[in-house]
């Protein structure tokens, strides 16, 4: 497999977007964009900011890069490049996996079984 970002999202939201149709989550109309994150820790961080009192159960989309049709553009510098954001709704031939994230008690996620980006 080549290079894979990953995408947090709601598993009941995911669940219910029209399979026929590429993926936007929930923000892409005010954002214009998908946030992903590259590696584990990163996707774990980014959960704990932005979804921890979102008590919904989440997946992880892992998103193979070179498949991606719309732009991807690291905006969080040269050197971080931990945080692409995809520009346009997602084909989905490029999403190749999908895996549960597990959290405590308290709402902070867990490190997923997810193959490094």
Same mark, same amino acid.
């Given at each position: 497999?080549?290079?894979?970002?990953?995408?947090?999202?709601?598993?009941?939201?995911?669940?219910?977007?029209?399979?026929?149709?590429?993926?936007?989550?929930?923000?892409?109309?005010?954002?214009?964009?998908?946030?992903?994150? !590259?590696?584990?820790?990163? =996707?774990? #961080?980014?959960?704990?900011?932005?979804?921890? $009192?979102?008590?919904?159960?989440?997946?992880? *989309?892992?998103?193979?890069?070179?498949?991606?049709?719309?732009?991807?553009?690291?905006?969080?510098?040269?050197?971080?490049?931990?945080?692409?954001?995809?520009?346009?709704?997602? !084909?989905?031939?490029?999403? =190749?996996? #999908?895996?549960?994230?597990?959290?405590?008690? $308290?709402?902070?996620?867990?490190?997923?079984? *997810?193959?490094?980006?």
């Amino acid at each position: 497999m080549s290079d894979v970002t990953y995408h947090l999202v709601p598993g009941e939201y995911y669940r219910d977007t029209d399979r026929r149709a590429p993926y936007t989550p929930e923000q892409f109309e005010a954002e214009g964009f998908i946030h992903c994150s !590259n590696g584990v820790k990163n =996707v774990v #961080i980014a959960g704990n900011t932005h979804y921890k $009192d979102d008590r919904r159960m989440y997946v992880v *989309l892992v998103i193979e890069t070179a498949k991606v049709v719309p732009e991807i553009v690291y905006e969080d510098g040269d050197t971080e490049r931990i945080h692409p954001h995809i520009y346009g709704p997602l !084909n989905r031939d490029a999403i =190749v996996d #999908i895996v549960p994230i597990l959290r405590r008690s $308290d709402g902070a996620f867990l490190p997923p079984p *997810l193959p490094a980006a």
